[in-house]
T-cell receptor, first 115, second 109 residues
Framework: GAVVSQHPSWVICKSGTSVKIECRSL??????MFWYRQFPKQSLMLMAT?????????EQGVEKDKFLINHASLTLSTLTVTSAHPEDSSFYIC???????????FGPGTRLTVT | GQNIDQPTEMTATEGAIVQINCTYQ??????LFWYQQHAGEAPTFLSY??LDGLEEKGRFSSFLSRSKGYSYLLLKELQMKDSASYLC??????????WGAGTKLIIKP
């Protein structure tokens, strides 16, 4: 089956620094990738949708200058949390879609802790 | 290893009731989520169970048995718009999300 990886799986950084999270589709080409955030015991929250080669579409309330998304190729999308603060500590999950709109594959997530 | 099993596809009739099962084996348990996902769209949250029992929310209900590692999502009075994929996911002891592959539900008139 289709596999989506994320790296790193967990990261601890200091307040004010930037962190980059990678999302890769390992055995298929992902035309669309979604980025989510999830706080403990809460549901997924969609942050943005990115299509390869174009700018990401951000959900209302998500700061595009703080959460930089780049979908440079059909197998890689990156989320950079800039000038991270403790309130950015969360679980970040990506999912990747193929040309078949019924197929959406989730990555295992990245746990970010900002101290 | 950790895994979540749910049927790949189910078919039901408009107006009927359908139950989608989910079984899990994870290292620890901190809650189970059900999501609905329409084709080409991001998943939307349906329910969250952390204690045993049935949680009812309108036409949708979700049940959990932690001792059996089992949950089900019950959809009543099915409508055509309920045709979607339904994703089961479990939060383990490290609060990592383990995802099922999803069940594609097809509603026929």
């Amino acid at each position: 089956g289709a596999v989506v990886s994320q790296h790193p799986s967990w990261v601890i950084c200091k307040s004010g620094t930037s962190v980059k999270i990678e999302c890769r589709s390992l055995d298929f080409q992902a035309t669309t990738m979604f980025w989510y955030r999830q706080f403990p015991k809460q549901s997924l929250m969609l942050m943005a949708t990115s299509n390869e080669g174009s700018k990401a579409t951000y959900e209302q309330g998500v700061e595009k200058d703080k959460f930089l998304i780049n979908h440079a190729s059909l197998t890689l999308s990156t989320l950079t949390v800039t000038s991270a603060h403790p309130e950015d500590s969360s679980f970040y999950i990506c999912s990747a879609g193929t040309g078949d709109l019924n197929e959406q594959y989730f990555g295992p997530g990245t746990r970010l802790t900002v101290t | 290893g950790q895994n979540i099993d749910q049927p790949t596809e189910m078919t039901a009739t408009e107006g009927a009731i359908v139950q989608i099962n989910c079984t899990y084996q994870t290292s620890g348990f901190n809650g189970l989520f059900w999501y609905q996902q329409h084709a080409g769209e991001a998943p939307t949250f349906l329910s969250y169970n952390v204690l045993d029992g049935l949680e009812e929310k309108g036409r949708f209900s979700s049940f959990l048995s932690r001792s059996k590692g089992y949950s089900y999502l019950l959809l009543k009075e099915l409508q055509m718009k309920d045709s979607a994929s339904y994703l089961c996911s479990v939060t383990d002891s490290n609060y990592q999300l383990i995802w099922g592959a999803g069940t594609k539900l097809i509603i026929k008139p």
